[in-house]
């Protein structure tokens, strides 16, 4: 409890006249809130949110919880993606490339939230092979090279190393050994869909803190 308080997770305690803390409703709300947002969200959103949440600051908080449900559709899209590329291994490979956009490295570090370093590192371990322009020998990221790099970032997000999505990726890019990448999807689906769940709960142990704060609060909707 201490570390919450320090870390500013929950509202700083009281003190009786010997100096002990004195822990209240309020700091009970806010640690079942803290607790859920986690395994919802991460630990570093959950801070964010029970901090912005402690300044005062609801709108700053919802923005946070927003941006963690976006990034989550973001990566089921992406796994949509994969699990179709997986399907198209299983069969014959396509006649036609992939047609798409074609993005310079900033603009796909932006659309990942990474550095350019990121992406340069990535290919250096053959995660990535994007192209070069013939004419300013910029590096060129295809919708095969963006796909690539959608999925990279989701498994590192996951904890795995480099290697390991090189690997993944050449099952992508080649029309054997899809197995794994089935089991990997299968298991990834299972870890969005228990994370949506929690932030249901997150979301309800959120909204019972914020009423504590503010009893006087209308229902949504009422």
């Known amino acids: 409890m ?4 320090r870390d500013g997770v929950i509202p700083p305690a009281e003190r009786t006249v010997s100096g002990y803390r004195r822990y209240t ?3 009970a709300a806010a640690l ?3 607790l859920a947002l ?3 969200h991460g630990y570093a959103t959950a801070g964010d949110v029970m901090r912005a949440v402690a300044a005062g600051e609801p709108d700053a908080a ?4 927003d941006a963690s449900h976006a990034q989550l559709l973001r990566d089921r899209e992406t796994l949509d993606g994969v699990e179709a590329a997986a399907h198209l291994l299983a069969g014959s490979p396509p006649s036609q490339p992939a047609s798409g956009p074609q993005l310079p490295i900033g603009a ?4 990942l939230g990474v550095r350019p370093a990121t992406l340069r590192k990535w290919e250096r371990a053959g995660i990535l092979r994007p192209v070069r322009d013939r004419a300013t020998r910029q590096r060129v990221y295809r919708a095969e090279d963006v796909r690539d790099a959608e999925l990279a970032h989701l498994l590192r997000r996951g ?3 480099l290697r390991h999505i090189a690997a993944v990726v050449e099952q992508v890019r080649t029309a054997g050994g899809t197995e794994h990448l089935a089991d990997l999807l299968h298991t990834w689906r299972a870890r969005h869909a228990a994370r949506a769940r929690a932030m249901l709960t997150a979301a309800a142990r959120l909204d019972e803190y914020l009423r504590v704060l503010d009893p006087g609060e209308a229902p ?3």
């Open 32 to 34: 079942r809130a803290y």
């Open 108 to 111: 796909l570090a932006h659309r």
């Open 62 to 65: 919802l923005r946070a919880i």
């Open 2 to 5: 201490r570390n919450y308080e």
């Open 220 to 222: 949504a909707g009422g």
């Open 25 to 27: 409703a309020v700091h």
């Open 38 to 40: 986690v395994p919802a």
């Open 159 to 161: 904890g795995y190393l």
